[in-house]
């Protein structure tokens, strides 16, 4: 049975990982979380907030994902949402989601973001 996400895991190519620092950290506030030696050797980096952890690997034929994307839930989405614009971030806020406020964002290597908060 499931029980709970444990990560979701997103690509980044060769190089990218102290652009990729600069925006989960100091954009989105998440922390780095050492990866285990034996996966670290393969480059790449792992970001936690809460009980929320995006792993950031490196892919060799990088494309990021425009599509796919992980649903990020926030609070005071508002507030969240001026943090990246802050830092120079694209946010673009979408209301086609019944229920629910919500914004996107892109990574700097250009993965898609949802950041979302429902409404009741």
Partial sequence: ???A?????LAAPEGSEDALRAYYVDVLGMTE???PPVL???GGCWFAAGTVQLHLGIEDDFRPAKKAHPGLRVT???AY???PESKGATVVRDHNLPGH???YSEDP???RLEFLEPTS
């Fill in 81 to 83: 949402a001026a943090r």
């Fill in 109 to 111: 290597v250009g993965n």
């Fill in 1 to 3: 049975m499931l029980a």
């Fill in 101 to 103: 406020r919500r914004f």
């Fill in 5 to 9: 996400v444990d990560h979701v895991q």
């Fill in 76 to 78: 005071d989405i508002e």
């Fill in 33 to 35: 979380i050492p990866k």
């Fill in 40 to 42: 670290a050797a393969r």
